[in-house]
């Protein structure tokens, strides 16, 4: 295991990793680095073969008064489970610049919707960074449920306000538990789906966005040939050396923490499990 300390970096400031004895590109605002796996925050840039990608440092505090998640029991609970953008979108009471947003979702017209329809949880489908797969482009076609993670610490900016993403992330954070909030304290608990057993990661002969870069083997999974399983959608997930095992337990630690929200979904849970191949 190595480690270092770098700082103090800015609040806001971009950064990435570059591998130790690999030449640094020409142009590094402009090639796509690798990003922290533990990053809070996501920017993305347009460059001439398509966007990149790099980490940002956000400290973020929130006021949260003495707001807390209803803890409804199991027994008397009514899950909900919506896209955010998808719920919002094009709701009739919901203000045209919060429509398919977080803030959006808390408003009031939303709030009493799903109270008349007697919810207890609102179940997010996946709010974590995330991108759409190569091969949709030329499509003309998007990944509109999220099921394609880039950054399971970061919160997905294009669900915020335009007003909030024209700040920056500390912004986007803020918009993001104001909702966590006000659904909170209107008795509604909130539960997020995250998916673990793929990333956003390309197969090899794309540029390595994040855990490909920084250890492929100890992150994915390969077969014989020495191949990543399920290459596409760079798949398979280890479960069975580090830094995988722990992985779901910080992102669990971390939304379930500051940002307040009243639970966890891991689809699919099978693939977490540890794969013990002898001594």
């Known amino acids: 295991m190595h480690h270092g300390v770098i700082g103090p970096l800015a609040q806001g400031a971009p950064y990435a990793f570059w ?17 922290d796996p ?3 925050a996501i920017e993305v840039r347009e460059a001439a073969a398509g966007p990149v990608y790099f980490s940002v440092f956000v400290e973020h505090s929130f006021d949260w008064g003495t707001s807390e998640r209803p803890r409804t029991p199991w027994r008397d609970t009514v899950v909900y489970e919506a896209h955010v953008k998808g719920l919002t979108q094009l709701h009739p009471d919901v203000p045209e610049n919060l429509s398919g947003t977080y803030a959006g979702l808390a408003h009031p017209a939303m709030v009493k919707y799903l109270k008349e329809l007697g919810i207890t949880a609102v179940e997010l489908l996946p709010v974590q960074f995330h991108i759409d797969e190569p091969h949709l482009e030329p499509l003309g076609l998007t990944n509109y449920w999220g099921y394609n993670t880039l950054g399971f610490f970061a919160a997905h900016a294009d669900y915020a306000t335009q007003q909030a993403r024209a700040a920056g992330p500390e912004a986007v954070l803020t918009e993001f538990k104001g909702m966590v909030k006000q659904l909170h304290e209107a008795g509604l608990e909130v539960i997020l789906d995250v998916v673990y057993n ?3 990661e390309g197969p090899q002969g794309r540029p390595a966005l994040c855990w490909r870069g920084l250890g492929d083997r100890d992150y994915y999974r390969h077969d014989d040939a020495g191949d990543a399983a399920r290459p596409r ?12 095992p722990g992985r779901p337990l910080r992102v669990l630690a ?3 923490g500051p ?3 009243s639970g966890h979904g891991a689809a699919p849970a099978r693939s977490l499990r ?6």
């Open 259 to 261: 940002p307040r929200r």
């Open 19 to 35: 591998p130790t004895g690999k030449a640094l590109p020409e142009d590094p605002d402009t090639a796509q680095l690798l990003l």
């Open 254 to 256: 971390h939304w379930q």
């Open 274 to 279: 540890a794969r013990h191949r002898g001594p």
């Open 198 to 200: 793929h990333t956003a």
């Open 38 to 40: 533990y990053g809070r």
């Open 233 to 244: 959608r760079r798949g398979a997930p280890r479960g069975d050396r580090a830094p995988c």
